[in-house]
């Protein structure tokens, strides 16, 4: 089985809440549920426009709930660090009382055997809301919602007008054998790359395959790349201050074509060249971490120990068809 490597991707969310979900939001500070009227129904949660003819409803509120109906639901047997609840629960469509439509939300029944169809279920208040979703932290079987001990529901001093989230996403992907071979041959300072048996054509990055004539690369076609080569074009990066940023002042990454094979490889670093400087044509050599920085920096953001490409003092290449190598 291969080995896996982890990934996180995560940014921070804000958006103006608006009218509609900025009163519902509001409410929930309040203990309350809001609908919306439409026609001679009632939308719950509210929505701004009908869901059938597009037109923008009135803010006539009408408060819902706050038990209801589960209509349908499915169960969750092993919960993310991203769900609710930190143990087995139900997502289910909850229809309140009063609404005509259902919302999503979290059912915190124990065990799959107690959900159903047609269940009443109530809200788990939080004992500290703040206007979002969650300040209901789930529903709980029968008809009477649970609230924390000296819970008044007063109203915030503010309305609701802004939601702010913090979106991640993990995910795990195999390490194919190439790359493996890859990131054991970084560590011995060597660059390599597999060479296609029919076109010739040489490839970095442990890729497992000729994209061309679809033919697998194994260790046989394993060959080592040259560790010079030369700047043939280069991006700029002004790095946006949000959270988890750790860059502050604008750096640069470039694509280096390695000398005497067809290979450019991309997103590399640049060293001891200030961006202002920064030009097609630099000769570069591969500058490899040492081993105490290896173990200082616990092989985390130098990739197989290479970490960038520094400036040999040679002549630049001034070749003309330089920039219209890509990849």
């Known amino acids: ?12 969310y804000k ?27 009632v939308l719950a949660p509210p929505l701004e ?10 803010p006539d509120f009408v408060e ?23 143990r087995s629960f139900a997502f289910a469509c909850i229809q309140l009382d009063g609404a005509h439509n259902s919302m999503i939300h979290a059912v915190d029944a124990g065990t799959m055997d107690a959900m159903s169809a047609g269940m009443r279920v109530a809200p788990r208040w939080r004992a500290e809301r703040i206007g979002k979703i969650n300040d ?32 991640s996403i993990t995910y795990r992907n195999p390490v194919s054998e190439n790359a493996e071979r890859a990131g054991a041959a970084g560590k011995e300072k060597r660059l390599l790359g597999q060479q296609c048996p029919v076109c010739a054509r ?32 280069y991006t700029i990066v002004t790095p946006v201050q949000y959270p988890g940023q750790t860059e502050t002042e604008a750096f640069a ?47 985390r953001s130098m990739i197989s120990g290479l970490v960038g490409w520094i400036p040999t003092g040679e002549p630049d290449d001034t070749s003309p068809d330089l920039l219209n190598k890509v990849l």
């Not at 089985?1 to 921070?12: A, D, S």
């Not at 819902?64 to 930190?86: C, I, K, R, S, Y």
């Open 1 to 12: 089985m291969p080995r896996l490597v982890e990934h996180r991707i995560q940014f921070p």
């Open 15 to 41: 958006r103006s809440l608006g009218p509609v979900f900025g009163a519902f939001m509001t409410a929930l500070v309040e203990r309350k549920i809001l609908g919306i009227r439409n026609g001679n129904k």
């Open 49 to 58: 426009w009908d869901p059938q003819t597009g037109e923008e409803l009135a």
């Open 64 to 86: 819902v709930g706050p038990a209801g109906t589960v209509t349908n639901w499915t169960w969750v047997p092993e919960p993310t660090e991203q769900h609710p609840l930190d």
């Open 136 to 167: 209901i932290e789930c529903f709980v079987p029968g008809e009477d919602p649970e609230i924390p001990e000296g819970d008044t529901g007063e109203a915030p001093e503010e309305p609701v007008t802004m939601m702010e989230y913090f979106a």
């Open 202 to 233: 040489i490839y970095a990055g442990g890729r497992g395959y000729c994209p061309i004539d679809a033919v697998e690369l194994t260790p046989e076609h394993d060959v080592d790349l040259p560790q010079r080569g030369v700047v043939s074009n």
């Open 253 to 299: 990454r470039v694509m280096i074509r390695l000398d005497g094979v067809d290979v450019v490889l991309g997103y590399q670093g640049l060293i001891d060249v200030p961006v202002a400087e920064i030009h097609p044509g630099i000769r570069v050599a591969a500058m490899w971490a040492s081993e105490a920085e290896r173990e200082d920096d616990g092989g």
